[in-house]
């Protein structure tokens, strides 16, 4: 799959209004929280690392989520940080395994030692969230807006991401798709071939947030049709989705063809020259006509007989 490109979290476009579309930077001064992922029975039978499913009263307080309840303001970023010396870790929304109640909690694998920042979480509300490699390791984060003076309004983000210049290029047996949202949003797509969707790629979405999207479908079928549409999800769990597109894979095509085509298109193979390939193919073509005058000699033989 081709790489993503990566973009500044810092500032998020937030959409006001529906009939201009005008855009703000929200320029509230957003927090990082940490959340560490522990397991101090890595390595060590003796400790006791069954949280089980509780979250305020686990078995080991020492174990999953530290801290694992968290109250931010809309627009705080979590840094999700695995001490987990035996495993990685994807933190993920509720409920499991399809992640769906608040998708852009949903973090990539992150390896041991390793960490990962979310993008700003701006929907107020109670959030559960768990490890998907262990679910039993569970935590809630609580976002909800500051209270008393000294702050400005919060900005509430009701409006879903715009998708335009959305692009297929098929091949034989991959599809590029891509496409551009007028705010950071994560990336997916729900692609069919009999009139449904049959699958989703990928799954779980990627929650990073970006303004440019692109995904190579793979395994096609040669020359069929397909149908497809795309899905992004902004900081605030507004869902964007496109209008259903068709697109079909193009036909395989034979060695000799794509001889041809790259002769056509003064495109080298195998570091011959186009006058190499010429002449390679002259050769084939005249051991191709000797077996034919062969064969054409044998079926005489066999007719006079």
């Not at 929280?33 to 039978?45: F, H, K, L, T």
Request: aromatic residues 6%; negative net charge.
């Amino acid at each position: 799959m081709a790489p993503y490109s990566y973009l500044s979290l810092s500032d998020r476009d937030i959409l006001t209004s529906d009939s201009d579309r005008l855009i703000k930077k929200q320029e509230a001064r957003a927090a990082v929280y940490d959340v560490r992922i522990e397991n101090p029975s890595a390595g060590n039978p003796e400790i006791d690392c069954d949280i089980g499913n509780s979250l305020i009263t686990p078995l080991n307080p020492d174990c999953g989520f530290i801290p694992r309840t968290i109250t931010i303001n809309p627009g705080d970023q979590i840094r999700w940080i695995n001490n987990d010396a035996d495993r990685s870790h994807d933190p993920s929304s509720d409920p499991h395994p399809t992640h769906e109640a608040y998708p852009i909690l949903n973090m990539v694998l992150i390896p041991s030692g390793g960490s990962v920042v979310s993008s700003p979480l701006m929907s107020t509300g109670v959030w559960g969230c768990h490890s998907h490699t262990d679910s039993n390791f569970r935590c809630i984060i609580t976002v909800s807006s500051p209270g008393g003076s000294g702050g400005g309004a919060t900005v509430i983000d009701k409006t879903k991401p715009v998708i335009t210049e959305v692009k297929i290029i098929p091949a034989e047996t991959t599809a590029t798709i891509s496409w551009k949202t007028d705010e950071p949003a994560s990336t997916q797509i729900e692609v069919g071939s009999n009139g449904t969707y049959d699958y989703i790629v990928p799954n779980p979405l990627d929650p990073r947030a970006l303004y440019f999207h692109e995904i190579i479908l793979d395994d096609l079928v040669p020359d069929k049709k397909y149908h497809f549409r795309v899905k992004s999800i902004d900081a605030s769990n507004n869902l964007g989705v496109s209008e259903d597109i068709v697109f079909k894979t193009l036909p395989l095509i034979s060695a000799a063809e794509t001889k041809i085509i790259n002769i056509m298109n003064g495109m080298k193979e195998n570091g011959q020259t186009q006058e190499q390939l010429i002449k390679s193919l002259q050769s084939q073509l005249l051991e191709l006509l000797k077996q034919l005058v062969g064969l054409l000699n044998q079926l005489k033989l066999i007719q006079q007989k």
